[in-house]
């Protein structure tokens, strides 16, 4: 259930309107102009309270962060950490990965971020996943040969699921862990993570890149893969 809406959350969001964008897909194909001098385009999917989101910006100053959130009382909180800290090169939609091909135009984003997305334990939600073959169709449409996914979750069960969805789509697999930080940290941690991460749950990461020029079409709703044991008893 989404949250509600706090009572100072509209005159929040009207002092951040200068990072947010309003009719994203006006911008469709030509999200590199909000940035002066911009080498690439990057979209986080959830972005949350955006630590991670300012983190990447402050690492990547020539890379226009574009993040998408549908919680407005996280993303305000996010939106006030990027002006606070005077970061340039991030904004932020208020709305769902649902409508990626509209919001950015073929090859244009060259990486995507997906953390700690919500799991859908329950078979008939598996649809719902970030890293169900529709969402992972989606994705391949508005990366580039060569683009990539960047995932991370704390839900083993999830991970080794959405191993075989990216396969199953055709993104090549590298950088494969399911204890991320077990040698000291590495990168840089969402909210979520350094809680997971203090309590001495594993977290894995993979990415997915796309190494082809080709349709990537999504299989029927109906059919639903890796619902083993796993998908019996994840998540309650």
Known sequence: MRMRNKKNLAPRMEKCAAVQVFGPEENRGRWSTLLPGCGEV????????????????????????????????????????????????????????????????????????????????????????????????????ILPVGGRIEYKTDQAWLFEWSLEQFSYMGFRLSEVTRDLHGGGVTGIMTNYEERFHAQGVPICRCVAEKTEDRPATPVPDKEVFAAGKTELTAGT
């Not at 919680?71 to 606070?84: L, Y």
């Not at 995507?112 to 391949?140: C, G, Q, S, V």
């Open 42 to 141: 990057r979209a986080e999917m959830g972005c949350g309270k955006g630590q991670f989101t300012a983190g990447v910006a402050r690492q990547s100053p020539e890379a226009l962060i574009v993040a998408l959130e549908k919680v407005p009382n996280a993303m305000v909180t996010a939106m006030e950490r990027v002006m606070e800290e005077g970061i340039e090169n991030v904004r932020f939609i208020d709305g769902d990965v649902a409508a990626l091909r509209e919001i950015f135009a073929p090859g244009e984003v060259s990486v995507i971020y997906i953390n700690f997305p919500d799991p859908w334990p329950r078979k008939k939600e598996t649809k719902h996943r970030l890293t169900a073959p529709a969402f992972l169709a989606m994705y391949w449409d």
